[in-house]
T-cell receptor
Framework: AQTVTQSQPEMSVQEAETVTLSCTYDTSENNYYLFWYKQPPSRQMILVIRQEAYKQQNATENRFSVNFQKAAKSFSLKISDSQLGDTAMYFCAYATGNQFYFGTGTSLTVIP | EAQVTQNPRYLITVTGKKLTVTCSQNMNHEYMSWYRQDPGLGLRQIYYSMNVEVTDKGDVPEGYKVSRKEKRNFPLILESPSPNQTSLYFC????????????FGSGTQLSVL
C-alpha cells in the first residue's frame, strides 16, 4: 500500500520568516504525482503546488517551493516570507493516476 | 464559475437511516472521487470514478456506495450509517484520472448519532 508520512503534526513560524514542512512517501512506482494542499479554517482544500515525478526540476509557486528528492522519496514544502494567511493545515498527497493518498497533515501557525 | 458543489454542508442523522450526499461539477471533468477526513488520519479515499459508469474502491469503501450515471454527478450513499462514519466528507474532481489537480467541494460534516 502507498503511504504518505508527515512527521510534524504542528509547526509555528514568525511572520516574514521561512518554514519547511516535511513529507516522505513510499512507492514502487516510477511515474506519479505529488501535491501540497492547504486547508485554512474555512476547511476549503486549496492546491498549493504540484510536482510530476518525472520532472527533476523542483516546482515553485510564488513564495512556495518544494525540494523533491526522488531517490529519498522526500517532498518538502518551503514557505518563504510567511504571512498570517498561511496559517492552515497542510496536507502532502501522492497520486498514481487514479488513486490519491494523503498524509495526516501539519498544522502551521504564523505568529505576528 | 467553475466549481464542485456538495450538499448538504452539515448533516446530523441517526444510525441506520439511509442518506445521500450529492456532488456535482460543472467543468466536464472525467475523474471524480470521495474522501473522508478524520483528525489524525488525514484524508482517505473512499471511491473514485474515471468516467460515466466506471467506479472503483479507494482505501476505505466499506459502508459506502456510489454511482456515476451522468458525467457531472457523483453521489455518495450511506445505506445504513453508523457512528464510525461520523466525519468530514469531501468530493473532488479533475479533468482526467492522470494525477491532475483536484478541485474540491466545500465539504459535508456528517454526524451519525
Amino acid at each position: 500500500a502507498q503511504t504518505v508520512t508527515q512527521s510534524q503534526p504542528e509547526m509555528s513560524v514568525q511572520e516574514a520568516e521561512t518554514v519547511t514542512l516535511s513529507c516522505t512517501y513510499d512507492t514502487s512506482e516510477n511515474n506519479y504525482y505529488l501535491f501540497w494542499y492547504k486547508q485554512p479554517p474555512s476547511r476549503q482544500m486549496i492546491l498549493v503546488i504540484r510536482q510530476e515525478a518525472y520532472k527533476q526540476q523542483n516546482a515553485t509557486e510564488n513564495r512556495f517551493s518544494v525540494n523533491f528528492q526522488k531517490a529519498a522519496k522526500s517532498f518538502s514544502l518551503k514557505i518563504s516570507d510567511s504571512q498570517l494567511g498561511d496559517t492552515a493545515m497542510y496536507f502532502c498527497a501522492y497520486a498514481t493516476g487514479n488513486q490519491f493518498y494523503f498524509g495526516t497533515g501539519t498544522s502551521l501557525t504564523v505568529i505576528p | 464559475e467553475a466549481q464542485v458543489t456538495q450538499n448538504p454542508r452539515y448533516l446530523i442523522t441517526v444510525t441506520g437511516k439511509k442518506l445521500t450526499v450529492t456532488c456535482s461539477q460543472n467543468m466536464n471533468h472525467e475523474y471524480m472521487s470521495w474522501y473522508r477526513q478524520d483528525p489524525g488520519l488525514g484524508l482517505r479515499q473512499i471511491y473514485y470514478s474515471m468516467n460515466v459508469e466506471v467506479t472503483d474502491k479507494g482505501d476505505v469503501p466499506e459502508g459506502y456506495k456510489v454511482s456515476r450515471k451522468e458525467k457531472r454527478n457523483f453521489p455518495l450513499i450511506l445505506e445504513s450509517p453508523s457512528p464510525n462514519q461520523t466525519s468530514l466528507y469531501f468530493c473532488a474532481s479533475s479533468g482526467t484520472w492522470r494525477g491532475e489537480k483536484l478541485f474540491f467541494g466545500s465539504g459535508t460534516q456528517l454526524s451519525v448519532l
